[in-house]
């Protein structure tokens, strides 16, 4: 095997694992998935294990990391997992269900099918008949981030 990698990894430490660690969190930031979060905390542990076990084989290392990325990223899902919130409403965070039937003024006329809506605090792009800024209109449906709308 020595041949295949000439000494590339022969001189990891243990502070390159946690380096990587911080960069995988890091990621994690960027990521819509908690997923590099605990790959980084494996390569952590890599490198904990490799400042206790400083003769560790670069093998070992990639071995510990693989099995420890597996295993916390299903122990990370298994306890933070979407489906153990219980609530008595099935359709909180759904934005479909939210924001169905509910009237919003325009704040740039639709035009051509086209405009905005405000919505709380912020504004979305809404679809419906022409409809000028300052008129009220109900939401009828959600197609991916665009509100469906109608006027009242």
Same mark, same amino acid.
């Given at each position: 095997?020595?041949? /295949?990698?000439?000494?590339?990894?022969? !001189?990891? $430490?243990?502070?390159?694992?946690?380096?990587?660690?911080?960069?995988?969190?890091?990621?994690?930031?960027?990521?819509?998935?908690?997923?590099?979060?605990?790959? &980084?905390?494996?390569?952590?542990?890599?490198?904990?294990?490799? /400042?206790?076990?400083?003769?560790?084989?670069?093998?070992? $290392?990639?071995?510990?990391?693989?099995?420890?990325?597996?295993?916390?990223?299903?122990?990370? #899902?298994?306890?933070?997992? #979407?489906?153990?919130? !219980?609530?008595?409403?099935?359709? /909180?965070? $759904?934005?479909?269900?939210?924001?169905?039937? !509910? %009237?919003?003024?325009?704040?740039?006329?639709?035009?051509?099918?086209? &405009? #905005?809506?405000?919505?709380?605090?912020?504004?979305?792009?809404? $679809? &419906?008949?022409?409809?000028?800024?300052?008129?009220? %209109?109900?939401?009828? &449906?959600?197609?991916?981030?665009?509100?469906?709308?109608?006027?009242?």
């Amino acid at each position: 095997m020595e041949g /295949l990698t000439n000494g590339l990894f022969d !001189n990891l $430490q243990f502070w390159h694992w946690l380096v990587f660690a911080i960069v995988l969190v890091i990621l994690e930031v960027f990521s819509p998935a908690a997923f590099f979060m605990w790959m &980084g905390a494996a390569a952590g542990v890599t490198g904990l294990a490799l /400042l206790a076990l400083p003769e560790m084989s670069w093998q070992i $290392q990639f071995i510990l990391f693989s099995v420890a990325s597996i295993a916390s990223i299903l122990v990370g #899902r298994t306890f933070f997992s #979407r489906k153990s919130a !219980n609530t008595d409403d099935p359709t /909180l965070s $759904q934005l479909e269900h939210e924001l169905t039937g !509910n %009237v919003y003024e325009v704040e740039k006329d639709i035009v051509n099918g086209s &405009g #905005r809506i405000k919505v709380g605090e912020s504004t979305w792009k809404a $679809q &419906g008949p022409d409809s000028k800024a300052g008129s009220s %209109v109900k939401v009828i &449906g959600v197609k991916g981030a665009v509100l469906l709308v109608e006027p009242v």
